[in-house]
């Protein structure tokens, strides 16, 4: 087996082990990674056939491997153990003091064999078609480029590190955008944006007016499909959206290793960007 940087040709491969498995990925997920951090980068290559891949992204000191994937009919053979040892090496060689992903149901023993330890799981719920509510009194508003470095700032001991880069690229890609600011400063954000055939609503970060935001996006979304990913640390964040008409459908666990500081505050995050992006 010969790991080798992961290049523009690998990502209708990488999408497509994906779709099997039934993830919700676009090939525009694998593609942001790479933009990012192309040498964080891995595809695993068996007698000149791609079988595997990893990305990573690093938001300062947190390190998120944003993807790791084998074709099925190659498991079994350590190339998924040989991608994330090649990813996680490389973050930390990048000065990270903390690494962190999702893991799937059944991909958590691989992980823990890394020493990656569970944080907390993230509930994914949906909400089917149906009116919108109306929206929630607060100092909510349209979200513009403008207000990223106060959004960063304000997201920055929430997610665990500064990750601006990435909140202005998901800023770009979220038609529908609310900030919650006052006297006292940013209360909160919202983003949510098409993904397949449903709205993906996240990151949703905010210690108060949570209601607010997410009725305001749901006032914008319309009476359209939604999605949302929740960690069972915010008990408020499940609350709120199952009384919204959100139900679970899936559930993935996020990991960490190293330093516990990078975990941030997740009784703050009441729906994360998705698993590629933390």
């Known amino acids: 087996m010969l790991i080798r940087p992961f290049c523009p040709d690998d990502v209708a491969f990488a999408a497509h082990p ?12 694998y593609e942001s990674p790479v933009q990012y951090e192309p040498q964080g980068c891995f595809t695993a290559q068996v007698d ?40 996680v090496a490389y973050l930390f060689d990048r000065g990270v003091r903390t690494v962190g992903l999702d893991a799937t149901p059944g991909s958590a023993d691989l992980y823990l064999r890394s020493g990656f330890q569970p944080a907390f799981d993230i509930l994914y719920l949906k909400r ?35 990750r601006g880069r990435a909140l202005r690229g998901l800023l770009q890609l979220s ?5 919650a600011q006052d006297g006292a400063g940013v209360g909160g954000y919202l983003m949510a944006r098409v993904t397949h055939d449903h709205w993906t609503i996240g990151p949703w970060v905010c210690t108060r007016a949570a209601e607010a935001l997410l009725t305001h996006a749901l006032q914008a979304i319309g009476a359209e499909p939604a999605h949302v990913g929740v960690p069972t640390a915010n008990a408020a964040a499940l609350q709120l959206v199952h009384a919204h008409g959100f139900a679970e459908y899936y559930r993935e666990t ?3 290793q190293g330093d516990p500081e990078g975990i941030g ?8 960007a998705n698993s590629e992006k933390g």
């Not at 994906?18 to 997920?29: F, I, K, T, Y």
């Not at 491997?65 to 040892?85: E, F, M, N």
């Not at 505050?265 to 994360?272: D, G, L, S």
Request: charge should be neutral; aromatic fraction near 8%; glycine fraction near 12%.
């Open 175 to 179: 038609p529908v955008a609310v900030l």
């Open 18 to 29: 994906s779709e099997l498995e039934g993830w919700s990925v676009a090939a525009r997920d």
């Open 48 to 87: 000149g056939e791609p079988v595997g891949v990893a990305l990573t992204v690093t938001y300062g000191k947190l390190g998120w491997v944003s993807s790791l994937v084998v074709k099925q009919a190659q498991r079994g053979h350590g190339y998924g153990q040989a991608l994330l040892d090649r990813a």
């Open 265 to 272: 505050r997740p009784e703050c995050i009441h729906a994360i």
């Open 254 to 256: 996020r990991m960490y």
């Open 128 to 162: 089917p078609p149906q009116p919108a509510p109306n929206a929630s009194a607060g100092p909510v508003g349209p979200l513009r480029a403008r207000d990223l470095h106060a959004v960063t700032m304000f997201d920055w001991p929430c997610f665990g590190s500064g």
